[in-house]
T-cell receptor, first 113, second 113 residues
Framework: GAVVSQHPSWVICKSGTSVKIECRSL??????MFWYRQFPKQSLMLMAT?????????EQGVEKDKFLINHASLTLSTLTVTSAHPEDSSFYIC?????????FGPGTRLTVT | DAKTTQPTSMDCAEGRAANLPCNHS???????VYWYRQIHSQGPQYIIH???NNETNEMASLIITEDRKSSTLILPHATLRDTAVYYC??????????????FGQGTELSVKP
């Protein structure tokens, strides 16, 4: 149980375009989901916390207009990277919270050319 | 949340016990110690957590000192598949739904044949 999926697992896009990443909790309802970003050889950095039906809470330094988060249901949250640039290339990981535990997705590798 | 300090890297021989230390000298009374690991290019995987008593599950054992200022994660018989980055995280109370996980730099464990 407690499986979290992400789609796509990897994506390549051109600079200036937008990319949407989905995070789904497959066998449980997640009132809270988290989005992380990880650059090569670095640790995970929390970007934002999203609660179902309300606006996401962004960490300091994360542009909310660039990283749009939607948590429309208890099993789905999406992260849209708008007007992507090469510096947005990274590994994006989501996690979903059931009660007090967090379960992580497998990650999405984004490459912006 | 309290900050943690871990060695940057460690080596372990296959079949031997891997002991990964973590310092969390500013831990509060209601904070738990969590351990996650991240195998290369995957999402983090939960290993174990504890408050003050030692804990054991099928993956590992967690030893917490009496003053709770440090802990050790023990993988009793390390295999090559245990090669990963191990993160020690101190987190607010267990009954805090959706509490944030703040990742430090972790310990890169290399299990060698």
């Amino acid at each position: 149980g407690a499986v979290v999926s992400q789609h796509p697992s990897w994506v390549i896009c051109k600079s200036g375009t937008s990319v949407k990443i989905e995070c789904r909790s497959l066998d449980f309802q997640a009132t809270t989901m988290f989005w992380y970003r990880q650059f090569p050889k670095q640790s995970l950095m929390l970007m934002a916390t999203s609660n179902e039906g309300s606006k996401a809470t962004y960490e300091q330094g994360v542009e909310k207009d660039k990283f749009l988060i939607n948590h429309a249901s208890l099993t789905l949250s999406t992260l849209t990277v708008t007007s992507a640039h090469p510096e947005d290339s990274s590994f994006y990981i989501c996690s979903a919270s059931e009660s007090y535990e967090q379960y992580f997705g497998p990650g999405t590798r984004l490459t912006v050319t | 949340d309290a900050k943690t300090t871990q060695p940057t890297s460690m080596d372990c021989a296959e079949g031997r016990a891997a002991n990964l230390p973590c310092n969390h000298s500013t831990i509060s009374g209601n904070e738990y110690v969590y351990w996650y690991r991240q195998i290369h290019s995957q999402g983090p995987q939960y290993i174990i957590h504890g408050l003050k008593n030692n804990e054991t599950n099928e993956m590992a054992s967690l030893i917490i000192t009496e003053d709770r200022k440090s802990s050790t994660l023990i993988l009793p018989h390390a295999t090559l598949r245990d090669t990963a980055v191990y993160y020690c995280i101190v987190r607010v109370a267990k009954n805090n739904p959706g509490g944030k996980l703040i990742f430090g730099q972790g310990t890169e464990l290399s299990v060698k044949p």
